[in-house]
């Protein structure tokens, strides 16, 4: 059985930074694409960020390119997400995602973590 947990969510204002992390209870951790997505309210999930098994590739969805950053640590089943720059259109509930590609999510998902962009 796979999960994953994020955390690292919170308020900040516009201009900050917060850091996501998604640690994933799963031995298949380190041969897969893990990737970031975010829902807003009223809003379908969208993509935001993956990286590859290698740690060596990654995409970005174009509204948070130069601005966000995906890593990923294979010896502890933990990805990231530094968000730098933050505007309140980045305000979401962000999830994890394993297994998918550079733009389509796997089945897997966490249960998300809130990030609230807010003067």
């Not at 969510?9 to 201009?15: A, C």
């Not at 893990?34 to 590739?57: C, D, L």
Request: aromatic share 12%; hydrophobic share 35%.
């Amino acid at each position: 059985q796979v999960q994953l947990e994020e955390s690292g969510g919170g308020v900040v204002k516009p201009g900050g930074s917060l850091r996501l992390a998604c640690v994933a209870s799963a031995t298949i951790f380190s041969i897969n694409t893990m990737g970031w997505y975010r829902q807003a309210p009223g809003k379908e999930r969208e993509f935001v960020a993956a990286i590859s098994w290698t740690g060596n590739y990654a995409n970005y969805a174009d509204s948070v390119k130069g601005r966000f950053t995906i890593s990923r640590d294979n010896s502890k089943s933990m990805t990231y997400l530094q968000m730098n720059s933050l505007i309140p259109e980045d305000t979401a509930v962000y999830y994890c995602n394993l297994g998918g590609t550079f733009t389509v999510p796997g089945q897997y998902w966490g249960q998300g973590t809130q990030v609230t962009v807010s003067a």
